[in-house]
T-cell receptor, first 116, second 115 residues
Framework: DSGVTQTPKHLITATGQRVTLRCSPRSGDLSVYWYQQSLDQGLQFLIHYYNGEERAKGNILERFSAQQFPDLHSELNLSSLELGDSALYFC???????????????FGPGTRLTVL | AQKVTQAQTEISVVEKEDVTLDCVYETRDTTYYLFWYKQPPSGELVFLIRRNSFDEQNEISGRYSWNFQKSTSSFNFTITASQVVDSAVYFCALSEDNYGQNFVFGPGTRLSVLP
């Protein structure tokens, strides 16, 4: 158990809908990262938040948005869903001490999103 | 654009053999970070290592070792005396900085360790 939790584990929805994926980092970790894994695109980095602020943005579609709340949990919002958004969405957390070794990432179990 | 190539799609070895997974990267940045991740059949992702471009020392962690060579833009991963539990897909990745800027993954190498 990495200590990172993601809910829900599975989500089935229809095209055009909107969903919210939730990630709770390990206690004390300030960074949250989101990744998408699909058969077509492989693994892709989506976005990184540190202590509530966006730090880096990857291949995140405009239909997707994320935020990190004061209690450090993060949510990934996916809207106007398309079939191609079906994927496994992982979040990871790290302590992310600047210049230090504390940037080992710990991954949650993932949320499997199926868009029908 | 940054790119990571893992030319070996699948590798099969017999338990106790040594195996090297290749990773070749492309970047124009002088500062960058390289990563390896493991994804066992159960599906979770496991972070294995992060290395910055200024540190070319090889890293050893138990049966795992990493060989970083800037001259050939490679960051290869070797498992010594492989075990069945090492069976997984292994991903190499490259980032422009420590936060994920221009972060790209390779396609992965599926390693099967046979008993």
């Amino acid at each position: 158990d990495s200590g990172v939790t993601q809910t829900p584990k599975h989500l089935i929805t229809a095209t055009g809908q909107r969903v919210t994926l939730r990630c709770s980092p390990r206690s004390g970790d300030l960074s949250v990262y989101w990744y998408q894994q699909s058969l077509d695109q492989g693994l892709q980095f989506l976005i990184h938040y540190y202590n509530g602020e966006e730090r880096a943005k990857g291949n995140i579609l405009e239909r997707f948005s994320a935020q990190q709340f004061p209690d450090l949990h993060s949510e990934l919002n996916l809207s106007s869903l398309e079939l191609g958004d079906s994927a496994l969405y992982f979040c990871a957390s790290s302590v992310d001490l600047a210049g230090g070794p504390g940037d080992e990432q710990f991954f949650g179990p993932g949320t499997r999103l199926t868009v029908l | 654009a940054q790119k990571v190539t893992q030319a070996q799609t699948e590798i099969s070895v017999v338990e106790k053999e040594d195996v090297t997974l290749d990773c070749v990267y492309e970047t124009r940045d002088t500062t960058y970070y390289l990563f390896w991740y493991k994804q066992p059949p159960s599906g979770e992702l496991v972070f294995l290592i992060r290395r910055n471009s200024f540190d070319e020392q090889n890293e050893i962690s138990g049966r795992y070792s990493w060989n970083f060579q800037k001259s050939t833009s490679s960051f290869n991963f070797t498992i010594t005396a492989s075990q069945v539990v090492d069976s997984a897909v292994y991903f190499c990745a490259l980032s422009e900085d420590n936060y994920g800027q221009n972060f790209v993954f390779g396609p992965g190498t599926r390693l099967s360790v046979l008993p």
